[in-house]
């Protein structure tokens, strides 16, 4: 089965300082790969996501991820964090092996930025 | 329109109640899905509906009962739950999974 690990249930950053949060996935097929984000008592937003496309993507708010296959990995950067970047972030890999519709997620990384 | 609408925001309910979550979305979207998220966890699958038919089913106990009477809306119906189903419950809707998800902004459920 496919799954999502997450290193850092916890980052803290300065404002202003580069953003790096970590994922690697485990598949056997080439993965559909997601990062959300949370804010407090709201629901999780779409940050980007990779297709097999190309390996940098680019997302919303500076975000970006790139898939490296050797590493199977799938980190989440920004150049300079902001406070309003505050928020638990989940990496999400689609199972593709049982149902593309099923996105099975990480355990999350809460991103604290201080000022 | 952009935006899945889940309804009610909280809710607080006994565990004799009966109580229905309901989302809607109009983007057209094939696909529907409710999640729950407990404190500090991932969203856990709960039941996935393709074109208005339930297609997946996570093992979750008959107390849900999905329902999706048409395209646009999802309901979840709740009966005689546990002080332990109290969570955030979410809904989500997409084209196709791989596309990603369009999250509602849930409803926050205590029980009782």
């Known amino acids: 089965a496919q799954s999502v690990t997450q290193l850092g249930s916890h980052v803290s950053v300065s404002e202003g300082a580069l953003v790096l949060l970590r994922c690697n996935y485990s598949?056997?097929?080439?993965?559909?790969l997601f990062w959300y984000v949370q804010y407090p008592n709201q629901g999780l937003q779409l940050l980007l996501k990779?297709?097999?496309?190309?390996?940098l993507v680019k997302g919303i708010n500076g975000f970006e991820a790139e898939f490296k296959k050797s590493e199977t990995s799938f980190h989440l950067t920004k150049p300079s964090a902001h406070m309003s970047d505050a928020a638990e972030y989940f990496c999400?890999?689609?199972?593709?092996?049982?149902?593309?519709?099923?996105?099975?997620f990480g355990p999350g990384t809460s991103l604290s930025v201080i000022p | 329109d952009t935006e899945v609408t889940q309804t009610p925001k909280h809710l607080v309910m006994g565990m004799t109640n009966k109580k229905s979550l309901k989302c809607e979305q109009h983007?057209?979207?094939?696909?529907m899905y409710w999640y729950k998220q407990k404190a500090k966890k991932p969203p856990e699958l709960m039941f996935v509906y393709s074109y208005e038919k339930l297609s997946i089913n996570e093992s979750v106990p008959s107390r849900f009962s999905p329902e999706c009477p048409n395209s646009s809306l999802l309901n979840l119906h709740l009966h005689a739950l546990q002080p332990e189903d109290s969570a955030l419950y979410l809904c989500?809707?997409?084209?196709?999974?791989?596309?990603?998800?369009?999250f509602g902004s849930g409803t926050r459920l205590t029980v009782v």
């Open positions: 999400a890999v689609s199972d593709r092996e049982t149902s593309y519709d099923k996105v099975i």
């Open positions: 989500a809707s997409s084209q196709l999974g791989v596309y990603g998800y369009t």
């Open positions: 983007m057209g979207h094939r696909a």
């Open positions: 598949s056997s097929v080439p993965p559909y």
């Open positions: 990779y297709t097999s496309a190309a390996t």
